[in-house]
């Protein structure tokens, strides 16, 4: 049973950065294409961030691209997405996600394990 945790999450002024991280247990974490995700009130869950297990190749949303980074540390298990230049829009709950495909995908259905989420607010 693969299980993620993510942690780092909080209230961070507009113009300022947080780094997420993601700890995965219960499985073969290097396997694993990482995604992150988000979801603001109101709102479906939309695709941030990706990194694939066979190459390391990233694959990241428009919104993002140029302030958020992903990366991973498989001795850790743990994969990151330091998110700089947060501005009010990046507010939302930020999920992990696992999946045992090579592609560094923005589609939901590769994705087959979840975290519960960290809650992101960017104050203006």
């Known amino acids: 049973q693969v299980q993620l945790v993510e942690s780092g999450g909080g209230l961070v002024q507009a113009g300022g950065s947080l780094r997420l991280s993601c700890a995965a247990s219960?499985?073969?974490?290097?396997?694993?294409?990482m995604g992150w995700f988000r979801q603001a009130p109101g709102k479906e869950r939309e695709f941030v961030a990706t990194?694939?297990?066979?190459?390391?190749?990233?694959y990241y949303s428009d919104s993002v691209k140029g302030r958020f980074t992903i990366s991973r540390d498989n001795t850790k298990n743990t994969v990151y997405l330091q998110m700089n230049s947060l501005n009010p829009e990046d507010t939302a709950v930020y999920y992990c996600?696992?999946?045992?495909?090579?592609?560094?995908?923005?589609?939901?259905?590769?994705?087959?394990?979840w975290g519960q989420g960290t809650q992101v607010t960017v104050s203006s």
């Open positions: 996600a696992g999946s045992r495909g090579v592609v560094a995908t923005a589609a939901r259905d590769p994705y087959v394990y």
């Open positions: 219960g499985g073969t974490f290097s396997r694993y294409t």
């Open positions: 990194i694939s297990w066979s190459n390391g190749v990233t």
